[in-house]
């Protein structure tokens, strides 16, 4: 895992980070916010999946919601979920598909 960046926010700790998938065989990346209250003791966690064609920084730019995770000991997960990379098929077809496109799916096999 690499940290792309990291800062300090209403007390917490907001980070970038990436890391080599196997599933998605290409290099992913999210984002956490972790509270001052992660210092002392384990907190619930919050997944925020962006919708189509967004990244992980898209409700950190648009989003506020630090100073309220702050406020309640949350952390707050943000994952890329949209594989990127060489071997994404192309989205010239369909914008629905390719590097940006991303689909939450709850189970691998019937």
């Known amino acids: 895992m ?6 300090r926010s209403h007390g917490g700790v907001q980070g970038v980070y990436s890391h080599v998938s196997e599933v998605c065989a290409c290099d992913m990346t999210f984002a956490v916010f972790v509270p ?6 384990p907190l619930p966690v919050v997944w925020y999946l962006s919708g189509l064609t967004c990244t992980h920084a898209n409700v950190m730019d648009k989003g506020e919601y630090r100073r309220m995770a702050s406020e309640l000991g949350l952390v707050v997960v943000c994952p890329d979920t ?13 914008w629905q598909f390719g590097c940006g ?10």
């Open 36 to 41: 001052p209250q992660a210092k002392d003791r």
């Open 2 to 7: 690499k940290i792309i960046s990291a800062a």
């Open 82 to 94: 949209s594989p990127r990379g060489p071997d994404v098929p192309d989205e010239k077809d369909n």
């Open 101 to 110: 496109a991303g689909f939450y799916l709850d189970a691998t096999q019937e």
